[in-house]
């Protein structure tokens, strides 16, 4: 017998990446790692600040990348002192598989 706590564990795709889509910060991240990836906290800031005129403490943008490590859509890796964030698409591309399967013949009645 499956319960229903087992079953939430075998969903393709997590609701942390759609939680971590819904907000305009997050994908306005996503977008700048999309633009030039392997960038550290401290960078994204500067360029989230200039680019898209945000001004969020370095502390509220490092709990967005928090919140987007969780739900697998970017990576962190250290080189000496520096942390860098690279742009992860596997969950991406989970959904697009999921959802818009283009090798799918098409259903007619």
């Known amino acids: 017998m499956i319960g229903k706590s087992l079953l939430a564990y075998c969903?393709?795709?997590p609701d942390d990446v759609f939680k971590a889509l819904a907000d305009p910060t997050r994908r306005k991240i996503l977008d700048e790692l999309t633009e030039r990836n392997g960038q550290t906290l401290f960078e994204i800031c500067a360029r989230l600040t200039?680019?898209?005129?945000?001004?969020?403490?370095?502390?509220?943008?490092?709990?967005?990348?928090?919140?987007?490590?969780?739900?697998?859509?970017?990576r962190t890796r250290r080189q000496g002192r520096y942390k860098f964030h690279d742009l992860t698409t596997?969950?991406?591309?989970?959904?697009?598989n999921r959802?818009?399967?283009?090798?799918?013949?098409?259903?007619?009645?």
Do not use: C, F, M, Y
């Open 99 to 109: 959802w818009l399967k283009p090798d799918a013949p098409e259903n007619t009645p």
């Open 50 to 74: 200039t680019t898209h005129g945000l001004g969020s403490s370095r502390q509220a943008i490092s709990q967005h990348l928090a919140v987007l490590e969780a739900a697998g859509l970017i």
């Open 11 to 13: 969903v393709v795709v």
């Open 90 to 96: 596997e969950p991406l591309e989970r959904i697009v």
